[in-house]
């Protein structure tokens, strides 16, 4: 099965033909609408438009190729590739199918790894068009057989033609280099190895059965060859040849084409494999320059990582923080706001990658201690006068970051710890509740605060407050730990978390941190984490003489 569910739409009325249909797409991902002529197959597609749609060649109310024509004039569905089937697959009919807009044609008898690898090819030529801001519609002119087109199409890309038969080289050959490209001839498997390299090959074309080494060798030993493994194979197969075919493919073949050559399937093939390759290639270096971009602003959103709590050795703190990808929606911070006043905050951002993060970035500057949201200063001195309570500090952030002003929301749980009387203050908008640990091993909730950030104040925050005792730990975290799925409906959990800490309560506060991360990594064995893991730990050792 497929990670991701595409939508086909299959129109014919042979029932034999709908159910294989059926059962070929579905047991790949698709999602399958069904219709039995041309107008109920227009209806649906209007309604609900498909990826692909896959038509029989002959219909009760119109032919396939009318039907597609159809598509191509309606500006809602000329996009979507249609694939058109023939029992009869005369040369004729073959060059109106592509003239009539197709895509591409399936060919009596239908065979399920024939089928999968024309509708797979298409998705994928549709994704890597998606996926580099490109529009199909320069494709449906790239159908048409015209001489014009043909001279237009290529740009000097090289096929490899592959055949032991002179005559068959020499008619691809003709085929195309009037279509514009370069070819270079190959005699068998063996010869094909020794020039791919040297002509610096685009596709290969490749027969099947050859003296010294046949086909499905040489495209294996094509595959397995880093320089070569992405050059697209196209094999030469006889009509007869059904297990040739599907054999062909399991080989790494990427599709391929029947004897006696039809013009219209040949060039159809290539430029769809060319086109997926050339598109491949463009997704790959516009990837690898986003990964850079985005490793570079992880070095930024990490640089914004506290490093050791500033201050007199009252407070020990301690933090792991780990992405799910390379930047996150996760971030925190802890400062000294005064000579007793300590600062702690976690936040996390709904969603993950750039948005989030920016998200949270911008929150992080509001949550500076040289900025009014955590201190008030005298106008005209500029020196700080008093620290804002943490309810105070959330609806500052409410009203600064509404919904609607980014599309995110954030949860947060800020709080304030005076090391001169002990006394820890707290409000939560809508985060894990922070969980306190005593020095005699009792575990406590804070559950004092309100909504989430982003709702504009349709409720108040409430503040929460505790004395705190030397030894007592209190611990932040974001949901990515507790919701840290094994597997689906198998989380980490509370439980889970909380017995890990009370069962390390004699060690340093690092350890336990340490603990709980690597518990966290057994936990999972191995499984990727769909949310940022953010945890910080804070202990409250006291002043000297306080017991």
């Known amino acids: 099965m497929t990670e991701k569910s595409h939508t086909a739409l299959v129109v014919d009325d042979r029932q034999e033909i709908l159910a294989l249909m059926l059962g070929v797409l579905s047991g790949e991902g698709f999602e399958v ?30 032919d396939g190729h009318e039907l597609c024509r159809q598509f191509k004039e309606n500006s809602a569905l000329e996009t979507i590739p249609i694939l058109i089937m023939l029992t ?65 199409d290529a740009k000097e890309e090289t096929i490899l033609v592959v055949d032991d038969d002179s005559n068959n080289r020499k008619l691809l050959s003709v085929i195309l280099k009037k279509a514009g490209y370069r070819v270079v001839e190959a005699v068998d498997g063996q010869d094909t190895l020794d020039k791919v390299h040297t002509v610096s090959a685009d596709l290969v074309l490749l027969d099947i059965m050859m003296p010294r080494m046949d086909g499905y060798e040489a495209c294996q030993l094509l595959q397995e060859d880093p320089r070569t493994r992405d050059i697209p194979v196209i094999f030469l197969s006889a009509k007869t040849e059904t297990r040739d075919k599907i054999k062909g493919l399991e080989a790494g073949g990427a599709d391929y084409v029947t004897k006696p050559f039809d013009r219209g399937e040949v060039l159809a093939r290539v430029r769809s494999q060319l086109r997926i390759r050339n598109l491949t290639r463009e997704v790959r270096r516009k990837q690898e320059y986003l990964d850079a971009d985005l490793e570079a602003a992880a070095g930024i959103q990490k640089s914004l990582l506290p490093g050791r709590v500033p201050g007199d050795g009252v407070l020990e703190v301690s933090w792991k923080f780990q992405p799910c990808d ?198 999972g064995e191995g499984a990727k984490s769909g949310d940022d893991i953010t945890l910080l730990g804070i202990e409250y050792r006291g002043r000297p003489g306080q017991g």
């Open 33 to 62: 609408m069904v219709a039995e002529n041309g107008r109920e197959a227009l209806e649906l597609a209007e309604e609900n438009p498909p990826e692909i749609c896959v038509v029989n060649s002959r219909l009760s109310d119109m």
């Open 88 to 152: 009869t697959p005369a040369t004729s009919e073959i060059e109106e199918c592509f003239e009539s807009g197709a895509a591409d044609v399936l060919t009596t008898p239908l065979h399920a790894p024939v089928i999968v690898v024309r509708v797979r090819s298409q998705i994928r030529l549709r994704e890597c068009l998606s996926e580099t801001n490109g529009d199909r519609s320069d494709l449906l002119a790239e159908s048409s057989l015209s001489s014009e087109a043909e001279n237009l």
């Open 326 to 523: 390379m930047i996150g929606g996760d971030i925190f911070n802890f400062f000294r706001l005064d000579e007793w006043h300590y600062g702690f905050y976690i936040l996390d951002v709904s969603g993950h990658g750039v948005p989030s993060a920016l998200v949270a970035v911008s929150a992080s500057q509001m949550l500076q201690p040289h900025m009014n949201t955590l201190v008030k200063r005298d106008p005209a001195s500029g020196i700080d006068f008093e620290v804002i309570p943490p309810s105070e500090v959330l609806q500052a952030l409410d009203r600064e970051y509404p919904m609607e002003r980014f599309d995110k929301y954030f949860t947060l749980v800020y709080v304030l710890i005076d090391t001169k009387t002990s006394r820890l203050t707290y409000s939560n908008a809508g985060h894990p509740y922070p969980l306190l640990f005593d020095r005699d091993g009792n575990v406590r909730k804070l559950e004092k605060g309100g909504p989430i950030i982003g709702l504009g104040g349709i409720l108040p925050f409430e503040e929460g407050e505790v004395f705190l005792n030397p030894g007592d730990r209190l611990f932040l975290y974001t949901d990515g730990v507790l919701e840290y799925e094994r597997v689906p409906g198998d989380f980490y959990g509370e439980d889970r978390f909380k017995e890990v800490i009370e069962n390390s309560r004699k060690v340093p506060l690092d350890t336990v941190v340490e603990r709980v991360m690597e518990d966290l990594a057994a936990f």
